[in-house]
Structure formats: C-alpha cells, structure tokens
C-alpha cells in the first residue's frame, strides 16, 4: 500500500466550524470524513495526517524533526500551507491601523520556506506534491475575524483595508500564485484545488460560516478533485 504523509494547517486537518456554537464563541471540530480520510479510502492509501490549526510554513520547518521518519517512508507528501502564512493579526491593525503591518509570514519568506521544504523532502527521496489553496470569502472572513471588535476597531481595519474587503481575497491569492511558480521552478506537481471552487456560480455554500473553511460539502469537492488526478501522480 503506498504511504503519503500530509503536512498542511486545519484544511488539511478537516476542521470545520461547529454548527452549534454561537457567533460571539465559535467553537471548531475535526470533520471525520475530510478530503484526506475520504482519498486515503477511495485510493486505498494510507495517510499519515499531521495538519494542524493554526500551522504554517515556519512553524512546519521548526518541527521538521518530527516529520522525518515519516517522510523517509512516505512515498508521496502531500503539502498545503497558505491560509495562515498570509493572514494578519488583525486585532493589531484595529488598534493601530496607521503603523505598519505585515503578514504572519511574508510572502517572500513563505517562498524561501516551501522551497527548503521541498528540497528537504526531495533529499529524503520521498515526492513532494503541491495542494493550491482554496479560495476565501472575503466578506465573511472579515465579519468572523471582527465579530467581537468595536465600532471604532472595525472602521479601523476597514480603513487599513483601503474600504475594500476584496483587498483580502487578492492578498491570499498572491501567496496561491506562487505555488503555481514553485511547481515550475522545481518540477513538483501541484492539484489545483482552487478552480473546481471556483468554476462554481456560489461556492459560498461550500465553505463554513468564517469564510476560510471548507465545509463537508467543500472537502468532498476537494476529495473529489484529488482523486481525479490521483492517477497522475500516485
């Protein structure tokens, strides 16, 4: 049976937004039958998974050690890291929206990082292989993000934002693009996960309620979308 080891933040993972909780106190859980869980059964693969909330492509190569047994005896590791690397601490921007902010990660860092983290596997004679990231919902991203932000504190944010929440969206999709040009640069294949949402007329009802996840109906998308160029690859 072939092995893949999966590295990736809480899409990977297949965490979801807990119908159930309230607004002001969203509470997460781990969906069970997540793009992976449901890839590993229709490809009859195993999957080691170790996304993680929160994870990014700094905090992936500081646990590098963690992960190397794993590599060594995976035959494919699957990478998806983005969503967080690109984000803000956007309580910072509320406060101080005239000071100068940058990203978790930024993006010429978070190139340097996935490229020495292809190298690292690649030396280990595993194959790595690129996840594009799903798209975001801007508007509802900033409402998840500003539910417990004042009056003043939103405008704030807004006011960084130029007005335009869409500077949201095209900020994430600079950190996408560039997993396209890596794909080149190195020759490691890459499954577009973004234009299967995409090409949907409202792929909103794919995503959970915070605009960044995807939900069960999202991460069957995904699965299968993966599982079409499965055969490509795996």
Not at 156 to 185: A, D, P, R
């Amino acid at each position: 049976m072939r092995k893949i080891t999966a590295l990736g933040d809480s899409i990977m993972r297949g965490v979801i937004l807990d119908k159930s909780s309230s607004a002001s106190k969203p509470r997460y859980t781990n969906l069970s039958d997540n793009f992976a869980s449901i890839c590993a059964t229709e490809l009859g693969v195993d999957i080691k998974n170790f996304g993680r909330f929160g994870n990014t492509t700094l905090h992936a190569l500081k646990s590098w050690e963690r992960y190397k047994t794993d590599i060594a005896d995976s035959d494919y590791i699957v990478i998806e890291f983005g969503g967080n690397d690109c984000d803000h601490n956007w309580l910072e921007i509320a406060n101080n929206p005239a000071a100068e902010h940058h990203p978790i990660v930024d993006l010429p860092k978070y190139v340097e990082l996935l490229r020495t983290m292809i190298i690292n596997i690649k030396e280990l004679n595993s194959q790595p292989l690129l996840l594009s990231l799903p798209p975001i919902i801007a508007d509802s991203y900033f409402n998840a993000f500003t539910k417990n932000m004042n009056t003043e504190q939103k405008n704030n944010v807004l006011l960084w934002l130029n007005g335009c929440l869409e500077n949201i969206t095209q900020w994430h999709e600079m950190y996408n693009l560039e997993l396209f040009k890596l794909s080149t640069e190195l020759d490691v294949p890459i499954i577009d996960i973004t234009s299967p949402f995409l090409v949907k007329r409202n792929y909103r009802n794919l995503f959970c309620d915070d605009g960044i996840h995807p939900n069960k109906k999202g991460h069957s998308l995904i699965a299968d979308t993966i599982c079409h160029y499965a055969h490509r690859f795996i």
